[in-house]
């Protein structure tokens, strides 16, 4: 244990995600050690994205706008809709661009553990979405893990009886992984080999 605040900037960077008291600890060491312009730009834009960065008012992903990028690009078609589970995902399906549709970010999954139902996530406006007619797909992109997989269940159960397509990520990817952590190939290919749910 260190002392005032040190810790306290430990404690604070532990809570990010992904990162352990190990790394917390490193990365707080780094940022004690380095020049003042370069923690100043560091605070500066942790604040700037905070002020300006918003969720897109159609799907949900980040955006500096009302509307994101993709929903603002008009050479994407309409045809299909791509649900996945945060903003990040979106970015790991573009980078491997297969998909030329639309997307719809969730604000997570469904866990019953950490007290997160549907009613918890934005099924509600995806089901607002599909009123639109030129929808003739929705694909599943939810992480293959036991949240993901009840999320996709969940969602089955509901767009089933829409009449629309609804299809799956192919296997390809591993079971128990997050979609961000897969590289380009594994994800193109499991995005080609998506299946239909029935």
């Known amino acids: 244990m260190y002392e005032g605040v040190v810790q306290d900037l430990i404690d604070s960077l532990s809570r990010l995600p992904g990162v352990g008291p190990k790394s917390a600890q490193r990365i707080a060491f780094y940022l004690i050690q380095t020049d003042d312009d370069q923690a100043q730009e560091l605070a500066k834009i942790l604040l700037e994205a905070k002020e300006r960065v918003r969720f897109c008012a159609t799907c949900f992903n980040v955006a500096e706008h009302e509307f994101c990028n993709i929903c603002r690009d008009t050479r994407r078609t309409k045809e299909a809709i791509c649900v996945v589970e945060e903003s990040k995902d979106v970015q790991a399906i573009e980078r ?8 719809h970010v969730l604000g997570g999954a469904i866990s019953p ?15 607002q979405r599909l009123n639109d ?19 996709a269940t969940y ?4 767009l089933i009886p829409l009449g629309i397509t ?25 995005f080609e080999g998506r299946r239909v749910v029935s």
């Not at 553990?113 to 089901?127: S, V, W």
Request: proline share 6%.
């Open 96 to 103: 491997t661009r297969e998909f030329r549709g639309f997307y």
């Open 113 to 127: 553990i950490e007290g997160i139902g549907p009613e918890n996530l934005r099924i509600r406006e995806l089901m």
């Open 133 to 151: 007619p030129e929808i003739k797909e929705v694909i599943i992109a939810t992480d293959p893990n036991l949240e993901g997989e009840a999320t």
């Open 155 to 158: 969602l089955t159960r509901m």
């Open 166 to 190: 609804v299809s799956r990520l192919a296997s390809g990817l591993p079971v128990g992984g997050d979609l961000e952590y897969a590289d380009e190939v594994t994800l193109g290919r499991a």
